[in-house]
């Protein structure tokens, strides 16, 4: 039997945390190995919002990159828990929630610029989706 890497132990106890408090949400987590380091992404439609879900599962994380200093940091590290390098959430917003936001905005053209609020409609659209919030899921 293959042994699985300290990513892919943090990602099935990360899957396990999601799917215990986001029962109805369908989650993606998977991890990858490379030179260098590990990481764990997150991948799901609507839901929470993904501040919420990286507060839950930071503690997965043990470091952070350093821009100024172009370093990786480690910050966070917690011998009791698996951990990975990267942990990356994707909130991706699905079709029929991308829907409804362009018919309560009244948007008519999605692709157009909106003179109003001084941006294109598409960023119009994933502010309004950024402000939702699903603890259910929308399909």
Known sequence: MRELTPAAHAAKQIRGIL??????????VKSSNFSMGDSVNV?????????????????????HFNGMED????SNTNDDIPQT???????NISES?????IKKLNIKDVDGWNDKRGLWNTQVIWQEFNTMEFKEATQ
């Open 43 to 63: 991948d799901y439609e609507d839901g929470p919002k993904s501040t919420d879900i990286k507060e839950l599962i930071s503690q997965y994380q043990y470091g």
């Open 19 to 28: 799917k215990s408090t986001f029962p109805n949400i369908k989650f993606s």
């Open 71 to 74: 370093i990786y940091e480690h």
């Open 97 to 101: 929630t991308r829907e409804q936001i």
């Open 85 to 91: 390098k990267f942990l990356h959430v994707n909130r």
